[in-house]
């Protein structure tokens, strides 16, 4: 069964950026969501950006203005350029991917904002 690959994470201090990559490592077909959630130490998975199955995009308040999703449709691959980061966008994010017949979720990668 083919996984979604992240990339991109890493330390950066206030106010820096970062650009997360992720991409299958096989064919997955039928996607109707595609984005990234992320889980802070000891809170809930939650949603950061998300295409949805009309292409929309939708993004938490929280990150509004400072992140922004992209994708290259070919590949099924999906970015998430995050600006402006502060110390409470400090977690683990994870890449999603939902179809009708399955959810996928890659392992994860983390990003910490620390000075």
């Known amino acids: 069964q083919a996984q979604l690959v992240e990339s991109g994470g890493g330390l950066v201090q206030p106010g820096g950026s970062l650009r997360l990559s992720c991409a299958p490592s096989?064919?997955?077909?039928?996607?109707?969501?595609m984005g990234w959630y992320r889980q802070a130490p000891g809170k809930q998975r939650e949603l950061v950006a998300l295409?949805?199955?009309?292409?929309?995009?939708n993004y938490t308040d929280s990150v509004k203005g400072r992140f922004t999703i992209s994708r290259v449709n070919a590949d099924n691959a999906v970015f998430l350029q995050m600006n402006n980061l502060k110390p409470e966008d400090t977690a683990i994010y994870y890449c999603?991917?939902?179809?009708?017949?399955?959810?996928?979720w890659g392992q994860g990668t983390q990003v910490t904002v620390s000075s």
């Open positions: 999603y991917a939902y179809t009708r017949r399955s959810e996928y």
């Open positions: 096989g064919n997955i077909f039928g996607i109707y969501f």
């Open positions: 295409f949805n199955s009309d292409g929309g995009q």
